[in-house]
């Protein structure tokens, strides 16, 4: 079965960087576009970026852009997300993902920023 | 950007009522339209894609309607582990963007 394992979450502060990897089975990794999504303690999901299923092609939302940089390694089935420059509004749980259409969900890597 | 827009925000229930969620987008999104239930502590579980399309394995208590920019999420009859917080998210053009959520709890 499909399964997304995220990990590298931690405690950091603010300014510092952490590096989220997420490790797929159960499907064929490169031939999908991948995501994170994070959601900050007690509140809603927030779409952060996606990219390419062969890494070409990303994109982020505004509030990431500059800081994030998302990569693959579909040798390794793996996903990532380097966060650079981190600020207290980015402690959330953040979760790897598969496309909207389909159930693609890990169960997600917490990042807690605090000074 | 599109912007993602849900009502209400919660509402409480009892098990067996017919709970309808509404969802609208700032611009037309044709039908790339998703519907996720959340319960604490877990990760999204995908409900309808398409608009209204039912995810495998998904109740057909469970339906969704709606194209362009105006979408509904309808439980025909409310089950006790159907209580959890119900998010669209368009899927039409980066960012996809999420509703802010509808909390149903128990009446």
């Known amino acids: 079965q499909v399964q997304l394992v995220e990990s590298g979450g931690g405690v950091v502060q603010p300014g510092r960087s952490l590096r989220l990897s997420c490790v797929a089975s159960g499907f064929t990794f490169s031939n999908y576009a991948m995501y994170w999504v994070r959601q900050a303690p007690g509140k809603g999901l927030e779409w952060v970026a996606v990219?390419?299923?062969?890494?070409?092609?990303?994109y982020y939302v505004d509030s990431v852009k500059g800081r994030f940089t998302l990569s693959r390694d579909n040798s390794k089935n793996t996903l990532y997300l380097q966060m650079n420059s981190l600020t207290v509004e980015d402690t959330a749980l953040y979760f790897c993902a598969g496309d909207p259409w389909a159930d693609y969900w890990g169960q997600g890597t917490l990042v807690t920023v605090f000074s | 950007d599109i912007q993602v827009t849900q009502s209400p925000s919660s509402l409480s229930a009892s098990v067996g009522d017919r709970v309808t969620i509404t969802c609208r987008a700032s611009?037309?999104?044709?039908?790339?339209l998703a519907w996720f239930q959340q319960k604490p502590g877990k990760a999204p579980k995908s409900l309808i894609y398409?608009?209204?399309i039912l995810q495998t394995g998904v109740p057909a208590r469970f339906s969704g309607s709606g194209s362009g920019t105006d979408f509904t999420l309808t439980i025909s009859s409310l089950q006790p582990e159907d209580f959890a917080t119900y998010y669209c998210?368009?899927?039409?053009?980066?960012?996809?963007?999420f509703g802010p959520g509808t909390k149903v709890d128990i009446k």
């Open positions: 990219i390419s299923y062969d890494g070409s092609n990303k």
């Open positions: 398409g608009a209204s």
């Open positions: 611009q037309g999104i044709r039908n790339h």
């Open positions: 998210q368009h899927y039409d053009s980066y960012p996809f963007t």
